[in-house]
């Protein structure tokens, strides 16, 4: 026989061991593997950008301990209650429910969490001692805001700069507030300045605030967004009446009535777009949002297109202007151009190419264009940095920590290179900031990864589950909304919410369901002082089917070889 020769553990097979005298090991000698409780990962975890912890405050949800539950979201969001708003919901189409009935509503959960907890005003503790080194950030949208928070809880001294009248960034001037109440928004801002954050505003930087003052500080964050709409560049776009949609809604958000027509044509499929058309709608304008691409394509967020669609915004696709036409220097009609969709460009979508002879006009009164927002970089222009941030695109180069260029000088969110448009994108990147401003100021790096494998769908033992429907929250009438800015969507009763945590698959994550220990043969599992899981060792055979039975990947077969090289005893007790 050939002599079988193994370089390493992991290639021998596995071999049955005692680890103790037989005399003492109930079960013999012939288990050669162990079952043992593990933290694995989730899919949701994975594809939340914040590195929320959504299975574990949801666990604490069935427990009923509701601040414990939104103190865990705040670990990594600071902004639950807006995120729970208009988050475009990312880890819910990692969801690996999704593949069985339908994905959990995380997003109406997280404003559950945040709204059940909205008159507790109590600081989050800090995470280290209070330091001596200063951080500036400049802009308190999202993404400043998440920095700030982060900094503060590890004790450093941060002083944001807001070139408004209020905070908030584009949460407040660029998002209406039938979708996110300013009342949400101020309390979740106010949150985060208890934890001693200094707030300067009307602070303009290389207006009033010049860099000087800035470069005291031991490290800057950049986090001015995009608030300002791209042209365009269609002839006629200087008439009256044509105006941007971020201009528009921030007239609106900043209190005002703006003066519009009857009939209002939004250029644009994103998110901007969509909340211009449904402003115009309370105005009480007629409002048809004009696409060059089809309803597939929009980088809207689907939802927000539904609404749109239910208060009575029309929708012209595969269509987009190439002329504007007025009278006595007004608007009157846009000519526009069919389109059909041709190759995919770079942003994977298939690109829009002009049908000849295919022009055609509608009527408008009033045009708000909303094709995509950039920067506003002007603060550079009167620094020496200018000439040593490097720009791409419009936007202040980083790297993967947010650093530019320049050390000590760190930009994230819209105005940097590595942005993806969206609010808990900013919120990432600022707690990406801080943790990297963290280390660069010479303190221990701090991890920002979940643990553990992730948990597939082929994972799920799915005898444990049943097809239910996922929950949805109340809406104000459609009728009763287009009539003012009152909040549409009204979120989960206490119930729904609960039910819809139950629902849940819990991938990778113990929540103590007792079916491990209902399966045992051989009675080798019980419950401790404080509820969680023991097996005994010198009783269970490794037959596995605890493992098997586990309905959410929670547990897992060891080699007892493995336990025996790290000079395990074979008697130690594992907890879930």
Known sequence: MAELKFSTLEEMPLLAISLESTQVISTG?????????????????????????????????????????????LEDNPLPGVMGR???????????????????????????????????????????????????IVGSGPSGLSCAYQLARRGYNVTIYEAEAKPGGMLRYGIPRYRLPRRVLDKEIGDILRLGVELRLNARVGENISWSELKAYDAIYLAVGA???????????????????????????????????????????????????????????????????????????PEEIEEAEKEGVEFLFLAAPVRFHGENGR?????????????????????????????????????????????????LSSSDLSMVLR?????????????????????????????LGTVVNAIRAGKNAALAIHEYLGWKKVENSAPGEVVEYKDINLAYFVHEQRARGGRLAVA????????????????????????????????????????????????????????????????????????????????ELAFATAGSKDSEEQEG
């Open 29 to 73: 000698s012939w288990r050669h593997v162990r079952p043992v409780y593990v933290q694995r990962t989730s899919p949701c975890e994975i594809g939340c950008p914040a590195g929320e912890k959504i299975p574990e405050y949801f666990e604490l949800l069935r427990q009923r301990k509701y601040e414990e539950a939104w103190r865990k979201v």
């Open 86 to 136: 208009v988050c475009y919901h990312p880890c819910e189409s990692s969801c690996n429910r999704a593949q069985f009935d339908s994905p959990i509503a995380i997003h109406l959960i997280e404003r559950f969490v945040a709204d059940k907890n909205f008159s507790n005003t109590t600081p989050m503790p800090l995470l280290e001692s209070r330091k001596r080194e200063r951080v500036a």
């Open 227 to 301: 608030q300002r709409s791209r042209r365009l560049g269609v002839e006629g776009e200087e008439l009256d009446g044509i105006r941007t949609g971020v201009d528009f809604l921030r007239e609106i958000n900043s209190g005002a009535k703006p003066t519009m027509s009857s009939k209002v044509v939004v250029i644009g499929g994103g998110n901007t777009a969509i909340d211009a058309a449904r402003s115009s709608r309370r105005l009480g304008a007629e409002v048809t949002i004009v696409y060059r691409r089809t309803r597939a394509e929009m980088p809207a967020v």
């Open 331 to 379: 608007v009157k009609k846009i000519e526009v151009q069919r389109m059909a969709l041709g190759e995919p460009d770079a942003s994977g979508r298939r690109r829009p190419v002009p049908v000849a002879s295919s022009n055609f006009f509608i009527e408008a009164g009033t045009v708000l264009t909303a094709i995509g927002e950039e920067p506003d970089l002007s603060l």
């Open 391 to 419: 720009e791409e695109g419009g936007r202040i180069c980083v790297d993967e920590h947010q650093m530019t260029g320049v050390p000590g000088i760190f930009a994230g969110g819209d105005a940097a290179t590595n942005p």
């Open 480 to 559: 009763e909304g287009i009539k003012s800015f009152r909040e549409v969507n009204r979120g989960l009763s206490e119930s729904q919410a609960l039910r819809e945590v139950d629902r849940c698959f819990s991938c990778g994550t113990c929540i103590h369901c007792d079916v491990c220990m209902d399966f045992c043969p051989d009675v080798a599992i019980s419950k401790d002082a404080a509820g969680e899981y023991v097996i005994d060792y010198n009783h269970c055979k490794g037959c596995g089917i605890c493992v098997a039975e586990c309905p959410r990947e929670a547990m897992a077969l060891s080699a």
